[in-house]
């Protein structure tokens, strides 16, 4: 299978640099200095992000759901034409309801930001050391963000891993070695290549972090964040041993701690409250770096509240917390019934959204302590060792629930689908969602409602191990090589 990747450096947005960048060749712009490279790495590696950049993934899981108000006094105003295709994974989800194309942006940002790890690596590599360990810690974030950009390419257009024997001929991304910007013709690389890489740059990000200067602050990648990564990776793989040592390693030299229950009373988007899930005094956030932006599931509600149709949090999600006793039900989503009028209600999460101005906001695309006891969890409930995978489900549950929290579990069975709720509960509308389903082999049905047809309701499911599990490529790659093989889509309506 042949794919193109045409990567543009595109170096904007950058106006605090330009006294000390310049051109090498024609093709790229490298910094002078280890100083100015600081600069840039933060800059164009780290922070620089896309707008809604994989906007799409809640709406493809079983955590959004259509909602069609059937009040009069609403604007016949539709929210749902953009992500129509994505609920109900549309053979050519970059296709709206209305026929408007939307190219899918993660295939260029991601391939974008490794070509820029790759000259930032080769070029700091080649700097003499310093003694403040800057070089290693920019070689560190370096490799990091690649491995991170790698993830979720693979995780988007390659197949879902199932084993290892499978990885060795399932496809999953190219691999782009280049440090310059060509038109070249890359092969997909299969999974285990994939996955092989990924390890390899995170080992080796975790050995220069430990070498490296100490940068304290969510917003630049350290040996935590290398740590908690390495053990999703790991996981992905079912190579459960390693995820245990691996989180091992992470708890006892972290500091980082579960969000305590009295610390996540104060996150509450209110208008006399400050704080959000996603901020600077989470005492469990490890990285922050990117946006999310789940439009109709958090921003915009007061637009929500007068249109005639939109989608929200799923009702299904919202009835699996204990109301009275989960601390993430009111943490997590608002609950709004249109002012009054003769209507049901509806839920938008507002992990990433608060009303208040002080917020000390953070990015919604982040790495958060809670997920490495939950990938520890997984790893022992599939070992067999379901009650130490238990006692790390407690862990978090001992911090989020009122009253009497803990699990007991007499079977792997049981301890997996406790496991698993817990899981969905904790991270909703975090971005991981869909890569459990695609690697768990779930099964989802999505119902659509026509305001203009409101008796008719239809159906469409996603199947258990379906292709559709496997995005496909942006539309401009789709159609700069005509001898691409493409994975095929079918269609989900029932």
Known sequence: MRNILIIGLLLLGLSSCDDFLEYKDKDKIIPKELSHFDEFVYGEIINKTEGSLMNYLSYMTDETMSYVSSSMWLSKED?????????????????????????????????????MCNITFEQVKELDEDIEGVKNRLLGESLFMRALSYFYLVNLYGEPYESAAQAKTALGVPINENVGVEANVYN??????NYTLMEEDLKAAITYFEKGQKKG?????????????????????????????????????TE????????????????????KVYNTNNPGMIFSWSKLDVDATGFGYDLMRHSKAFFCVSSELIGLYDEGNDLRFSRYY???????????????????????????????QALRLEEAYLNRAEAYIEKGEHELGMDDVNAIRAERIKGE????????DEAREFYRLEKRLEFSFEGLRWFDIRRWGLEI????????????INHYVLKAGSPNYVLSLPLEIQRSDDKIERFERVETKQ
């Open 217 to 253: 602050g969510i917003y630049r990648p350290n040996k935590d964040a290398a740590l908690l990564l390495l053990s999703r990776v790991y996981l992905y793989q079912k190579k459960y041993d390693d995820v245990i040592t691996v989180v091992d390693d992470l708890l006892k030299t």
């Open 445 to 456: 049905e999505h119902l659509y409602q026509d305001y203009s047809t409101p008796t008719v």
């Open 256 to 275: 980082t701690e579960i969000i305590p229950y009295s610390t996540l009373e104060k996150f509450i988007s209110s208008d006399d409250v400050v704080y």
């Open 79 to 115: 929210l749902r034409d953009e992500m129509f295709s994505y609920f109900t994974w549309a053979k050519e989800p970059q296709v709206r309801k209305d026929e408007v194309e939307v190219n899918d942006k993660a295939w260029s940002f991601f391939y974008h930001r490794i070509l």
């Open 334 to 364: 608002d609950k709004y019934d249109f002012n009054n009028y003769d209507e049901g209600i509806f839920y938008v999460a507002t992990k990433n959204y608060c009303k208040a101005s002080t917020a000390n906001e953070a990015y919604d």
């Open 405 to 412: 929290y803990e699990l007991v579990a007499n079977s792997v």
């Open 188 to 193: 997909r690389a299969t999974l285990d290549v």
